[in-house]
């Protein structure tokens, strides 16, 4: 088996089980490693995990990474689809803020876009759920569409500075969505790939980041 068809088993296996969509280096990068691999350029016999590697077939949250080694939120500045402006002090005005990361080329992050506004819509007043489109700037009416259709009521942030201009060059995959509390600081794991029960999985990490602030857990609000 050559060194490609590896690479390309390899992201099969990761859209497949885990649903994140591969960036164009990761690719290339699973590629290369595969036929270095082969070659016996690895010089052993086993080769290391990528960077931020996917979660586990479990879909664990202990396995996705520390979210807090992505960055924060402590000071940025973004427009949003709807021609405002959100910055630091909306995250500070709430005691935790989900934030979803996603594209419009990402399968995976449309087709749970619908159950993430659902998710928003339940939220008590004290958390909020908000998106980054990281290829938004210029594709306002694609990114538009996406929403709508969805049902997506909440802010969608286009561009970002400072904070979240770093936080999201240091994403490896889409959909990506971290929680951050009032001061920015991003709590708990790093929520990878689109999930089969999105309120459930949602719902315990908002819950285990509303307990390390010391705040009530919160429930999700039904009509």
């Known amino acids: 088996m ?10 099969m296996t990761l859209y497949s089980k885990y649903e994140v969509y591969i960036t164009p280096l990761l690719k290339f ?5 595969a036929l270095l691999l082969l070659s016996g350029c690895g010089g052993g016999t086993s080769s290391a995990p990528p960077a931020d590697a996917s979660p586990s077939e479990s879909g664990s949250q202990s396995e996705q990474g520390n979210a807090a ?4 939120l402590s000071t940025f500045s973004s427009d949003t689809l709807d021609g405002g402006i959100f910055t630091q002090d909306d995250v500070k005005a709430k005691d935790i803020t989900v934030v979803n990361f996603w594209s419009t080329t ?8 619908p159950d993430l506004a659902e998710f928003a819509k339940a ?28 049902g997506f009521e909440e802010p969608v942030l286009l561009t970002g500075s400072d904070d979240l201009l770093e936080l999201s060059r240091n994403l490896i995959y889409t959909p990506t969505t971290v ?7 991003l709590v708990g794991d790093a929520i990878i790939g689109a999930k089969k029960d999105l309120p459930a999985v949602y719902l315990e990490a908002v819950n285990q980041a509303l307990a390390a602030g010391g705040k009530d857990e919160i429930s999700l609000e039904t009509d």
């Open 2 to 11: 050559t060194g490609l068809l590896v690479a390309k088993q390899i992201l």
């Open 106 to 113: 990402c399968g995976p992050c449309i087709v749970e876009m």
């Open 69 to 72: 080694a992505l960055g924060s």
């Open 179 to 185: 929680l951050a509390d009032s001061d920015g600081k």
């Open 29 to 33: 990068l699973l590629a290369l490693a």
């Open 123 to 150: 939220l008590p007043d004290n958390v909020q759920l908000v998106t980054v489109c990281l290829d938004g700037y210029g594709n306002e009416d694609a990114v538009r569409e996406i929403v709508q259709q969805a």
